[in-house]
Each structure stands twice: as structure tokens, then as C-alpha cells.
């Protein structure tokens, strides 16, 4: 009885390891839309990314990641970042930033308010958007949004800055 035992033990185990085997194989590759709607392919477990161009990939490096390492601007150089934003009213927060920094930006968190025509403020959020804006600098971004219909007004702040030394 105890063979047996083993023996149907072991035959679970070896079906749990390859089903594993099968079910990370299938799921090794994930796609992901980057900055400015480029799609990107990702091997989960290297880490390696090609970026997606029609039917050719193409071997990608962020930059951001291989050379600099990104981090929180102090408050004294988050200061020089301005700009103005607006909803589209198609469900997208967009606009332009002006980096007066001598810092490169690669990531702004905004807090934004959607006013209503009343003037009560229906949600507040905080919204990320990759950027990529050299010192002396303007760039655009677009960020998704959801309950964007009928406002008619903005609120809107940056709460934080990312970005590493020029």
C-alpha cells in the first residue's frame, strides 16, 4: 500500500510541476502600452522588452532604466514644473509641462478635481503620466480617465516629480 501511495504521490507531483512548466510557458510574455501609445512585449521572467512596430520587434532599452536612476525631485526643483491640463471630454486628461529644472522629468503624479457646472467637485484623483522632458523643456501627456462626461472644469495640482540629474 505505501508504493501505491508513493507512487500516485509521485505521479501528482510530477503532473503539478508540469502543468506549471506549461502554464508559465504560455504566460512568459506579456504586451503593455508604453509613453505615447507605443507597445511593448515583455518576457516576465528576464525582464527583456522589445517594442512592437506593425509585425517587426524590435529589441528595447529604456533609457531611464540602464542609465539613470530615477527618483523623487525635491520640493525646491518640483517647483520649476508648470503647465496647464485640461479634460478632453473623450476620456483623457492632456495637456502640457514646462520643466524649468536642470533636471530630466520622466514622471509627474498631478491631483486633479473634476468640477461640476454647479461647482461641487464630482471626484478628485491622482493621476501619473510618463513623460520624458529635458531641462528648459516642454512635453505633452495624455492620461486615460473613466466619468469624465459633463464636466465642465478642472482643478488641478502637481503633487509630485520623478526624474534623475541632466
Not at 501528482?12 to 507605443?38: K, M
Not at 525646491?76 to 509641462?97: D, P
Not at 457646472?117 to 501619473?128: I, K, P, Q, S
Amino acid at each position: 500500500m505505501n508504493k501505491t501511495v508513493l507512487g500516485v504521490v509521485g505521479i501528482l507531483a510530477i503532473a503539478g510541476l508540469t502543468a506549471f512548466y506549461i502554464w508559465s510557458s504560455h504566460n512568459r510574455y506579456s504586451l503593455t502600452r508604453g509613453a505615447e501609445g507605443v507597445a511593448y512585449e515583455v518576457d516576465r521572467m528576464t525582464g527583456e522588452s522589445w517594442a512592437i512596430s506593425g509585425a517587426n520587434k524590435f529589441a528595447h532599452k529604456d533609457a531611464r532604466e540602464t542609465q539613470h536612476k530615477e527618483q523623487e525631485l525635491a520640493v525646491e526643483e518640483a517647483r520649476k514644473i508648470s503647465g496647464n491640463a485640461a479634460l478632453t471630454g473623450v476620456g483623457f486628461y492632456s495637456g502640457k509641462l514646462y520643466n524649468g529644472s536642470d533636471w530630466v522629468v520622466t514622471r509627474v503624479v498631478m491631483q486633479v478635481s473634476a468640477i461640476e457646472e454647479d461647482g461641487t467637485t464630482r471626484w478628485t484623483r491622482d493621476l501619473a503620466a510618463s513623460v520624458m522632458i529635458e531641462p528648459l523643456s516642454t512635453a505633452s501627456f495624455i492620461v486615460e480617465v473613466a466619468g469624465d462626461n459633463g464636466i465642465k472644469n478642472t482643478h488641478w495640482g502637481i503633487k509630485r516629480v520623478f526624474g534623475y540629474k541632466g
